[in-house]
């Protein structure tokens, strides 16, 4: 009856649903149901044919039912592992240099810029912004070294309705900017206090992650501070490794007494199941054991990879090791804020490993599909609350309609569920993505108010 449901059906929508369980990558379900209590988790999802007897059981009413248009599909929301908002502003400019003389040259300087939280408070309301539209409903941000900036995106972050891990990022090395670096103390210490005042707003659904920028902005004794952070308060943990050669080759010289790249965080206690690394493009088959060991994950950032000629990750070979793995953007080295461009150049940079080497196997469209949902909820170790529509999950999802007029791509007769799927992933972007729901909550179109 419908006492059953302790919070009550808020939401009930009819019409075809795609998702990743844990044995399909792309599960199609032609005409289901699925209900929405008023704590925004998923409460039944079932052949709409059932939806008499749901209605009886779950006590509501079948005039309520919201029925999908034709062109019409939901699917779960998706998951950006990394990407840094304080360098929104110069997106899709500055990708002529490799790592290393990039952040000195454009990023360093901008991100100096976030101690005047005006201006931070007008980028980080347009990137939240942004990526929403985009259909990320949850973000693994990187915001710069200033702690009340930061607690600014979370407060946005949470106002805007987005899910977001959140980092105030720590480097007490910078010897090319030095106006842009801290102290080691003070790193702590401001570390301490970000994470004290973001979970005293006690926001659901925004949380703090311990963020030294990479090993080659952070002395050992910070990223050992780091590690005792994370260790004692169980947080999250993200960073760069092995993104670029040449960084590979300085971390080697700035740490002689570790084995690897990987041995540097292992070694500083930030190797943990929590934690999540971006790019890993050259680590060797002992790191990727080290990863899988330690529970930690990658950030597969392809598009960044590509602009700041960076490397490519060998995907097939990180699944051969069992990591857990995700999409992100990592903008601004990737130019785009849109995971779907992520999901096209994962599927592109597969392909060019397969050109040098036939026996590996490019990505499919189902395969980069879950990694943009389920497995960047599994990378950020989300996965018991989002990622698919289980039962008992958060209903963060995307209505996507293909046929928008103006949209930017046809369908036909003869399509069937799985080809529109495939169509938007390779040719969709916003115009397609008409709402977007987080915790059951429609945060786009943005309704004002809130
Ligand atoms: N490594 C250290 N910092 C950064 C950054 O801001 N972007 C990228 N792509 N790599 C980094
Ligand atoms: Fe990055």
Same mark, same amino acid.
Request: net charge negative; charged share 15%; proline share 0%.
């Given at each position: 009856g419908r006492h059953d449901t302790a919070a009550g059906i808020a939401r009930v929508y009819r019409g075809s649903f795609v998702h990743s369980t844990r044995d399909a990558a792309l599960e199609i379900l032609n005409d289901f149901v699925l209900g929405v209590d008023k704590s925004g988790k998923i409460t039944f999802i079932e052949e709409g044919k059932n939806v008499d007897r749901l209605a009886q059981e779950q006590g509501f009413n079948t005039a309520d039912v919201e029925n999908l248009g034709p062109g019409e599909f939901f699917m779960p929301g998706m998951v950006d =592992?990394?990407?840094?908002?304080?360098?929104?502003?110069?997106?899709? =400019?500055?990708?002529?240099?490799p790592l290393l003389q990039w952040l000195n040259t454009y990023t360093f300087p901008v991100e100096s810029r976030y101690r005047d939280l005006k201006f931070a408070r007008d980028v980080y309301t347009k990137v939240v912004k942004r990526t929403l539209r985009n259909g990320t409903t949850t973000a693994c941000y990187f915001a710069t070294i200033h702690t009340d900036a930061s607690l600014l995106l979370g407060q946005i972050a949470d106002d805007l309705g987005q899910r977001a891990l959140v980092g105030k990022v720590c480097m007490d090395i910078n010897p090319m900017v030095p106006q842009y670096k801290e102290l080691l103390d003070e790193s702590k210490d401001e570390t301490l206090r970000f994470i004290r005042e973001l979970l005293q707003k006690k926001y659901p659904r925004v949380k703090p992650v311990v963020t030294p920028r990479f090993a080659v902005s952070c002395s050992s004794s910070l990223l050992d501070a780091l590690g005792e952070i994370a260790r004692s308060s169980g947080l999250h943990i993200q960073s760069h490794i092995s993104e670029n050669k040449e960084e590979v080759e300085l971390v080697k010289q700035l740490f002689p007494d570790c084995l690897s790249y990987t041995d540097v965080y292992l070694k500083h206690g930030?190797?943990?199941?929590?934690t999540v690394m971006a790019h890993g493009c050259h680590l060797t088959d002992e790191e990727l054991k080290i990863f899988h060991k330690n529970g930690a994950s990658i950030s597969h950032c392809p598009s960044s990879n590509i602009s700041l000629m960076s490397g490519i990750l060998n995907v097939r070979n990180v699944q051969k090791h069992k990591v857990k793995l995700g999409l992100g953007t990592d903008v601004a080295g990737g130019y785009s804020a849109s995971i779907l461009d992520a999901v096209r150049r994962a599927i592109d940079t597969s392909k060019v490993l397969t050109i040098e080497h036939p026996q590996l196997r490019p990505l499919t469209f189902e395969e980069v599909f879950w990694l943009a949902t389920l497995g960047g909820s599994e990378a950020l170790s989300l996965d018991d609350r989002i990622g698919n529509f289980e039962v008992g999950k958060d209903f963060d999802a995307l209505r996507v309609n293909v046929s928008v007029p103006g949209g930017p791509l046809d369908v036909f007769p003869e399509d069937v569920l799985k080809v529109i799927v495939e169509k938007f992933l390779n040719l969709g972007d916003d115009r397609n993505i008409v709402e977007v729901y987080v915790a059951g909550r429609k945060v786009v179109p943005f309704s004002g108010k809130e």
């Open positions: =592992t990394h990407i840094h908002a304080s360098q929104y502003t110069y997106m899709g =400019t500055a990708l002529d240099l930030l190797l943990t199941d929590k």
